[in-house]
C-alpha cells in the first residue's frame, strides 16, 4: 500500500472528494451496529460521492431489504452477475448507478436450468444471465428482466401474415361508468400486436363504449353464459378479465368462464380481489350497471387457484399489486424477499405470478422469475396497471409463451413510461409503444421493414 493507513472514524470523511464503500458485501445478513454503523450513517450525512464495492454496506444482497442503516451508493460495483439486491426495493434505490464488472468468470457456470429447482435457493440474477450464486455453482432461474430474456419469442410481424395469424384478444368490460379500464386495456392489447381486439361489453355501458371505441370491435353481452358462447369461437385465443368488472359473484362466474375456454387467460383487479375470502369488497354490480352492497360470499383464492389448475395446458397469468398479493396469498405476505414471494406464489396458483411494483417480480409456476428494473416513478398512475394487462393478453394472443409475455410486456411497459417523462397518464402508455418496438426490433439486427420487401417491377 505504501500510504497512511488511519483508524476508521468519521473524520476521515472530512478532507475526502470520493468514498470507496468496501466495508460488507452481498453476504451480510445482519443490521449493522456499533462503530459499522456510525460510519454508514456519517457517510450518508456527508454528501459525498459513494461508489461502493458489490453492494453498498448494510444491504441485504439476496433480498434487497435494509434491515439497519445502510450506505447510499452513487454508484454500485458488483462483479460477474448482479445479485438479487440490486433490483429489488429499496436495494434498487440505495445502489445508485450499478455496473458489472468481468473478472474472469465463465458464462457456463450458470447454465441454464433444465428442470424446476426446489424454493428457496439462493440465487443471482443476469438479463439474460442469471444472478451470480452465492455458493457453488448452481443453475440459472432468476433473471433480470432485460429484452435478452425473452425477444427471441417475441413475435414480430411477418412479412405474409395477416391479421387472423396474430390472434384475436378479448377484453371484458365493466358496467356504465366503470368501462374506461377495459378501453385502456384493449387500446394495449392492439398496440402490441393483436390482429384483431374485442370488447365484450354489458348492455349498460355499450353507449360510452361505442362512442370511444374504433379499430377496437365491441360486442354485447349480460353474464357468464354469454362470455362462455363467445370464447366458443377458438380464434379468440386470448381473454383479459377484472379492469373495472366490479368485485363479485359475477365477476367470479366470468373468472370461471374464461379458465374453462380453451383462451390464455389473463386475471387482473376485480378478477383478483373477487376470489379473497369473505368478498372483502364494498360494491357488486347489480341490475341495469348500478352497483348495491356486496353480498358476502363463501370463497377463497383456493377457488382461484383450482380453476387454474384444471387445465395445466391452457396459461394463466396474475397481475396483483402489494395489497392485492396480500388478501389472495396471506400466507406469503410474511416472507422477507419479494422474489420469494412471487415464486412461491406462482407455484401455489398454478399461474405467471407479475407481482407489480417500482420491482415488478414475474414468475413461473416451474421456478424461473425475473426482476424489473425500468419502470420510472411517474409510472405510478392511474390505468398504467390496465394497460400493462393488456399489453400481456396482446402477446399471449400472438403466441408467445406466457413467461415471456409477461416479462416481455413489463419491460415495455416500463420503457413507455420512461421514454413519455414526466407527467405520464395512462393513455400516453401505449403510443409510445409502436418507437420502442421499432428500436427494439433494429437493435435485434433485424432488416427495416423496406429491406424485406422484393425487389424488381413487375415481370
Known sequence: WGLPIWPASADALLDADLVIDAMFGAGLTRPLEG?????????NAS????????????????????????VHATRTMTFFRKKPGHLLMPGRALCGDVVVADIGIPDDVLAPSPSPRPYGERDGVRGGKTFEQ????????????????WQPHFPWPRIEAHKYARGHAVVVSGPAFQSGASRLAARGALRMGAGLVTVVSPPSALPENAAHLTAIMLKPFRDAR???????????????VGPGCGVGEGTRALVVAALKSEAAVVLDADALTSFVENGNAPTETVNFGFTGAAIKHAVSPATL?????????????????????KQLFSDLAGLPSKLDRARQAARVSGAIVVLKGPDTVIASSDGRAAIN?????????AGSGDVLAGFITGLLAQGMPAFEAASAAVWLHGECASKSGIGLIAEDIPERLPEILDNLHHAAGRPHWDAEKPNGGIG
Request: aromatic residues 4%; glycine residues 6%.
Open 35 to 43: 462503530l459499522s454503523a456510525e460510519l454508514v450513517e456519517a457517510i
Open 47 to 70: 454528501g459525498l460521492k459513494v461508489l461502493s464495492v458489490d453492494v453498498p454496506s448494510g444491504l441485504h444482497g439476496t433480498t434487497g431489504a435494509a434491515e439497519g442503516p445502510v
Open 134 to 149: 452465492a455458493a457453488a455453482p448452481r443453475t440459472a432461474s432468476i433473471f433480470e428482466n432485460t429484452p435478452s430474456l
Open 226 to 240: 354469454d362470455l362462455v358462447e363467445i370464447l366458443e369461437d377458438k380464434r379468440k385465443n386470448a381473454v383479459l
Open 305 to 325: 387457484f383450482a380453476a387454474i389448475r384444471a387445465k395445466p395446458d391452457r396459461p394463466a397469468v396474475m397481475t396483483p399489486h402489494e395489497g392485492e398479493f
Open 373 to 381: 428494473a425500468n419502470a420510472p416513478p411517474w409510472l405510478a398512475t
